[in-house]
């Protein structure tokens, strides 16, 4: 298994520019969820999803959009990136159920720049 | 909303000295706990999980407890290592309808100096 995986590993942009970050799991997990990570401010959520065709807001989910059309795939889009976007991007997933659900698995991160 | 704290935020030891980071949080009505490494630059490992019904998990030099009735987790770091430099960090999943959302501490820099 690749597990979580990301795509890009780094990307900068310039205010105002979209762009998609890219994120698949071969785990079958059913939850998968994007956070953001800046210095001082620990790991927030943006946004997750239980499932095909569900998903929720988290803790900061201005500026984002997602969807979730498979089970394996659940990218993040930047509509119109801002300086205060700038951050570490990270993906991660996990079971619903079963011995060993809760347990979230990450993906390697992307590191996004925004001039 | 749930709050969790970790102490310290920096901790430098010996090689081979038995160490214990702590983590704090607010609201008692948790689901899980999670115990994460995370390397510069790096993703987040998953290191122990403790359901909400446990009081401990073990995992090799490793030793996570939970004790939901004062809001602590620790975890104890056996004949720590060099290799063992990384932040620490725990997060828990909340009960009812915070089950779908992890809330992290800021984490423990951890350096084992050899």
């Known amino acids: 298994n690749a597990g979580v995986t990301q795509t890009p590993k780094f990307q900068v942009l310039k205010t105002g520019q979209s762009m998609t970050l890219q994120c698949a799991q071969d785990?079958?997990?059913?939850?998968m969820s994007w956070y953001r990570q800046d210095p001082g401010m620990g790991l927030r959520l943006i946004h997750y999803?239980?499932?095909?065709?569900?998903?929720d807001q988290g803790e900061v989910p201005n500026g984002y959009n997602v969807s979730r059309s498979t089970t394996e795939d659940f990218p993040l889009r930047l509509l119109s990136a801002a300086p205060s976007q700038t951050s570490v991007y990270f993906c991660?997933?996990?079971?619903?159920?079963?011995?060993?659900?809760?347990?979230?698995?990450f993906g390697p991160g992307t590191r996004l720049t925004v001039l | 909303k749930q709050e969790v704290t970790q102490i310290p935020a920096a901790l430098s030891v010996p090689e081979g000295e038995n160490l214990v980071l702590n983590c704090s949080f607010t609201?008692?009505?948790?689901?899980?706990l999670q115990w994460f490494r995370q390397d510069p630059g790096k993703g987040l490992t998953s290191l122990l999980l403790i359901q909400s019904s446990q009081r401990e998990q073990t995992s090799g030099r490793l030793n996570a407890s939970l004790d939901k009735s004062s809001g602590r987790s620790t975890l104890y770091i056996a004949a720590s290592q060099p290799g063992d430099s990384a932040t620490y960090l725990c997060a828990m999943w909340g009960s009812g309808g915070s089950n779908y959302k992890l809330t992290f501490g800021k984490g423990t820099l951890l350096t084992v100096n050899p």
């Open positions: 999803s239980v499932g095909a065709g569900i998903t």
């Open positions: 991660a997933s996990k079971r619903l159920a079963g011995p060993t659900y809760n347990e979230q698995f």
């Open positions: 785990m079958n997990h059913e939850y």
């Open positions: 609201d008692s009505a948790i689901y899980n």
